[in-house]
């Protein structure tokens, strides 16, 4: 099975700051890599897939980058909705598996 | 709009099983393959198969393969997901997705089953 290493796990920042997470995979997996945003008690919303396309609807303030073993999403000024669990999730090889995610709190 | 309408909570004994169900709307449900995934709470997420409600076709994570049923019925749009021979270890909030792709642009609102004597 792929693992995906997230990084940090545990973040803390303020509004209008930039942040940027990193996502490891055990292996190559070309682009095939989406990023997920959980606020408690939800359900996650897709917010990047393609390692880089943003989902209709996902503010422009979200963006993600990487191919091969490395991703990266960036969140520019953030805004108080952002505060959340971040998961990267791989679709190159089966079984799908996510990262076990980078909780984003306000600092 | 899209909207994925999972079954309520249920709350079983080690060795039964489980079938939760997830009726779909707004799309045209056999356009798109639904996932489940689950999700133990406080933790992270783990993927357990999808359905091809257009043609029954299923894939399942092997570390399910032989306990867990992914079947669609396409004249009510509802996908249903059966786990078998339930632990505690099963003890989760269940997801079903649409699948847009292979990620999951839309997310029904989890079904918490417990398993407990």
């Known amino acids: 099975d792929i693992q995906l290493t997230q990084s940090p796990s545990f973040l803390s920042a303020s509004l209008g700051d930039r942040v940027t997470f990193t996502c490891r995979a055990s292996q190559g997996i070309s682009n095939y890599l989406a990023w997920y945003q959980q606020r408690p008690g939800k359900a996650p919303n897709l917010l990047i897939y393609?390692?880089?396309t943003l989902h209709s609807g996902v503010p422009l303030r979200f963006s993600g980058s990487g191919s091969g073993t490395e991703f990266t999403l960036t969140i520019s000024n953030l805004q108080p909705e952002d505060f959340a669990t971040y998961y990267c999730?791989?679709?190159?090889?089966?079984?799908?598996?996510f990262g076990q995610g980078t909780r984003l709190d306000i600092k | 709009q899209v909207q994925l309408v999972q079954s309520g909570a249920e709350v079983k004994k080690p060795g039964a099983s489980v079938k939760v169900s997830c009726k779909a709307s707004?799309?045209?449900?056999?356009?798109?393959?639904v996932h489940w995934m689950r999700q133990v709470p406080g933790e992270g997420l783990e993927w357990l198969g999808w359905v091809n409600p257009n043609s029954g076709g299923t894939s399942y994570a092997q570390k399910f393969q032989g306990r867990v049923t992914m079947t669609g019925d396409t004249s009510i749009n509802t996908a249903y997901m059966v786990l078998n021979r339930l632990t505690s270890d099963d003890t989760a909030v269940y997801y079903c997705?649409?699948?847009?792709?292979?990620?999951?642009?839309?997310w029904g609102q989890g079904t918490l089953v417990t398993v407990s004597s």
């Open positions: 707004g799309y045209t449900f056999t356009g798109y393959y």
């Open positions: 999730q791989q679709l190159h090889s089966y079984p799908i598996t």
């Open positions: 997705t649409r699948g847009y792709g292979y990620q999951s642009d839309y």
């Open positions: 393609a390692a880089s």
